[in-house]
């Protein structure tokens, strides 16, 4: 069993810069692909980022490119989504991710674990 564990996030003004952590257990962190998701209410999950097992490939969503960056350190099996020139938009529960397979895609329902979420709210 796998469990995903997010910490970092909080009250943030626009502009500002936040880092999310995602701690992971388990044996084959870097087999698998890791993705952060966000979701406010009444909408649907929506992808954020994903990096590859090993961290060669990653993808954004197009709302954040050039502004948010994701990470991870095999070492400490953690996953990382570094956050900056916040937008009161970005307002959000940022959830982590572990894919079904090493690239990952941008589709929540090929993610098998996730973390229980954490709220990110950027104040204008």
């Known amino acids: 069993q ?6 970092g996030g909080g009250l943030v003004q626009a502009g500002g810069s936040v880092r999310l952590s995602c701690a992971a257990s388990g044996r084959t962190f870097s087999r ?3 993705g952060w998701f966000r979701q406010t209410p009444g909408k649907a999950r929506e992808f954020v980022s994903r990096i590859s097992g090993s961290g060669e490939f990653t993808d954004y969503a197009n709302s954040v490119t050039g502004r948010f960056t994701i990470s991870r350190d095999t070492a400490k099996n953690t996953l990382y989504l570094q956050m900056h020139s916040l937008k009161p938009e970005d307002t959000a529960v940022y959830y982590c991710a572990r894919s079904r397979d090493y690239y990952g895609t941008k589709y929540a329902q090929n ?3 996730w973390g229980q979420g954490i709220q990110v709210t950027v104040s204008s």
């Open 32 to 34: 698998y692909a890791m």
């Open 2 to 7: 796998v469990q995903l564990v997010e910490s």
């Open 111 to 113: 993610f098998d674990y």
